[in-house]
């Protein structure tokens, strides 16, 4: 095999003009890959299609098949509202945004925190509230990428109700500030493919 299965992935999608969100190998044969459009077209409101799964796909099993890469089903996804953040730029771009946070190893007796993403010197910080005698109090946690085992984006959802005309959402679900706004959802969309014992012909799209 001439470079990593990653590795593979990695240049194979960032060459056809997408970002790669994550990608990972399950038990069982799967490769499970997330796309996303690059930022200048998620900001111009432009969301991942069935369509891009599918390019996305025919691509990386020619790929994987030049590369000789082990794998027995392949699944190409958009990466969902509950995005998970892998890099340092994945960081940067959602500052203001609420995130799910699980640290690798407990700070004060606790690995799970949810608030506002914010920068903080060259780290990151979380900006959270916790209930008190005295009510929600907000405090922060400045971390470090590799304190981290997972991060992930909070889905912003509309309260809805029977009722909901012309009322304001609960508190709970007040978009924090300086949070980017979404205006348009992002469907879900995937493709996958099987390996098969047949040579696959193809080629980059040009």
Known sequence: MNQSWQAAVETTVTGLGYELVDCERSAGGLLRV??????EQVAAEEVITVDDCERVTRQLQYVLEVE????????????GMDRPLKKA??????????????LKLPFQGRKRYQGVLAAEGEGWRIVFSDQTSDGKVDQAMDFSLDEVREARLVPITPFKGRNSAGQKPAAGNKKPAGAA??????EGAV????????????????
């Open 181 to 186: 706004s979404k205006t348009k959802k992002q």
């Open 191 to 206: 493709a996958t493919g099987r390996k098969t014992g047949h040579k696959v012909h193809g080629g980059l799209d040009q």
């Open 89 to 102: 730029s994945d960081y940067a771009r959602f500052v203001g945004q609420e995130v799910a946070l699980t």
């Open 68 to 79: 000789a890469v082990d794998y027995q089903r392949l699944e190409v996804s958009s990466p």
């Open 34 to 39: 997330s796309i996303d459009k690059l930022p």
